[in-house]
């Protein structure tokens, strides 16, 4: 064992260097193992729940709060939806969510970019979702940061909207490779803007094969029934 | 800016692991595919290695590319790309590797 630091011991190997200085520890670690181990902790806890933990992503202005909204109105009731708000600074969209009657936590992440396994534990904790219920995690609106984390959820859905490029998932392939259903938002607006559906449909297949695509509008309601139809085949597993 | 909290887990890491040794370098690897920029991370890593333990350590980065197989032709290439094109212009892909994320080592002075 090494005298300095202790290692040599619970299967890690030292490597001595020259003339008894500067030795090699091999590490051998996941970066993102601590949030990780988190993360199949909060999967571990929500499963023992049987809450569906479904995490909400996409640039910011895409319309996620709006949609949540609207489907806290239409089934928030039904399915005993939660929320956990993300966001950098203000509660103004957990006031939104509130407004609706719903349960729900702000976490406010200052300069953060994105949720991480932690913040959801104590968000967790604060909100003590329902035995069998949904909780949606609406992360900070940020196309590339909340995709390298994993939080504990059991699917993730990206927002984007017909006011963005088509091509956004080509750009942006990290968040919607890992994505289980993609919702494309704001379709009452299709006929003011440039934005080919098919397009956007083959992108999102490119870089996620078997996504489900929903066409949505979260103002108008189109669409919304396949959404809330998808949420209720997901809680039942 | 991810790689500023993810540059920080590292230093918790090998510092919380090493204790009271002195780290003068610490090697990782950071695939071309993983979503991390191995240039940020080096850029943070001055920020928040501080400490009597890692002040002034060194940070070196392995980046291993992508491993590709054309599922039309049968063609393996490596890939800095995430949505890789074959010559033959399928994009009918299997990637392999790229996506490491990984402390390899530390060195302690």
Same mark, same amino acid.
């Given at each position: 064992?090494?005298?300095?630091?202790?290692?040599?011991?619970?299967?890690?190997?030292?490597?001595?260097?020259?003339?008894?200085?500067?030795?090699?520890?091999?590490?051998?670690?996941?970066?993102? +193992?601590?949030?990780?181990?988190?993360?199949?902790? #909060?999967?571990?806890?929500?499963?023992?729940? +049987?809450?569906?933990?479904?995490?909400? &992503?996409?640039?910011?202005?895409?319309?996620?709060?709006?949609?949540?909204?609207?489907?806290?109105?239409?089934?928030?009731?039904? *399915?005993?939806?939660?929320?956990?708000? +993300?966001?950098?600074?203000? *509660? *103004?969209?957990?006031?939104?969510?509130?407004?609706?009657?719903?349960?729900?936590?702000?976490?406010?992440?200052?300069?953060?970019?994105?949720?991480?396994?932690? &913040?959801?534990?104590?968000?967790?904790?604060?909100?003590?979702?329902?035995?069998?219920?949904? &909780?949606?995690?609406?992360?900070?609106?940020?196309?590339?940061?909340?995709?390298?984390?994993?939080?504990?959820?059991?699917?993730?859905?990206?927002?984007?909207?017909?006011?963005?490029?088509?091509?956004?998932?080509?750009?942006?392939?990290? &968040?919607?490779?890992?994505?289980?259903?993609?919702?494309?938002?704001?379709?009452?607006?299709?006929?003011?803007?440039?934005?080919?559906?098919? #397009?956007?449909?083959?992108?999102?297949?490119?870089?996620?094969?078997?996504?489900?695509?929903?066409?949505?509008?979260?103002?108008?309601?189109? +669409?919304?029934?396949?959404?809330?139809?998808?949420?209720?085949?997901?809680?039942?597993? | 800016?991810?790689?500023?909290?993810?540059?920080?887990? $590292?230093?918790?890491?090998?510092?919380?692991?090493?204790?009271?040794?002195?780290?003068?370098?610490?090697?990782?690897?950071?695939?071309?595919?993983?979503?991390?920029?191995?240039?940020?991370?080096?850029?943070?890593?001055?920020?928040?290695?501080?400490?009597?333990?890692?002040?002034?350590?060194? $940070?070196?980065?392995?980046?291993?590319?992508?491993?590709?197989?054309?599922?039309?032709?049968?063609?393996?290439?490596?890939?800095?790309?995430?949505?890789?094109?074959?010559?033959?212009?399928?994009?009918?892909?299997? $990637?392999?590797?790229?996506?490491?994320?990984?402390?390899?080592? $530390?060195?302690?002075?």
């Amino acid at each position: 064992m090494c005298g300095t630091c202790g290692c040599g011991e619970d299967g890690v190997r030292v490597t001595e260097f020259g003339h008894g200085h500067g030795h090699v520890v091999d590490i051998e670690e996941d970066i993102l +193992g601590a949030n990780d181990a988190l993360a199949d902790a #909060n999967r571990r806890a929500l499963a023992e729940q +049987g809450v569906l933990a479904v995490n909400l &992503m996409s640039s910011p202005g895409s319309g996620k709060t709006t949609l949540l909204v609207r489907t806290l109105t239409d089934v928030g009731a039904e *399915l005993g939806m939660t929320v956990v708000e +993300g966001d950098q600074e203000t *509660l *103004l969209d957990a006031e939104r969510i509130g407004a609706t009657g719903a349960r729900v936590v702000q976490v406010n992440t200052g300069a953060g970019c994105h949720l991480d396994a932690t &913040m959801l534990a104590r968000a967790m904790a604060a909100l003590a979702p329902p035995r069998g219920s949904v &909780m949606v995690v609406e992360n900070v609106g940020n196309l590339v940061c909340p995709a390298l984390f994993d939080l504990g959820e059991a699917a993730r859905v990206v927002v984007m909207s017909v006011t963005e490029g088509a091509d956004k998932p080509l750009k942006y392939p990290h &968040m919607f490779r890992t994505a289980d259903l993609v919702l494309l938002n704001k379709i009452d607006l299709l006929p003011y803007v440039d934005f080919d559906v098919t #397009n956007c449909v083959e992108a999102v297949r490119r870089v996620r094969p078997g996504a489900d695509v929903l066409e949505v509008s979260a103002t108008r309601g189109d +669409g919304l029934d396949g959404w809330y139809d998808w949420l209720r085949a997901a809680r039942t597993g | 800016m991810h790689e500023l909290s993810i540059t920080q887990s $590292v230093v918790d890491a090998v510092t919380g692991r090493m204790g009271d040794a002195r780290i003068c370098r610490v090697r990782l690897e950071i695939g071309k595919l993983s979503g991390l920029v191995p240039d940020a991370v080096r850029f943070c890593f001055e920020m928040v290695a501080t400490g009597p333990t890692c002040e002034g350590a060194l $940070v070196e980065i392995d980046e291993p590319c992508g491993h590709a197989r054309c599922r039309t032709c049968g063609t393996a290439f490596d890939t800095d790309d995430i949505l890789p094109l074959c010559e033959c212009g399928s994009a009918d892909i299997a $990637v392999e590797g790229g996506r490491e994320l990984r402390i390899r080592e $530390v060195e302690l002075a």
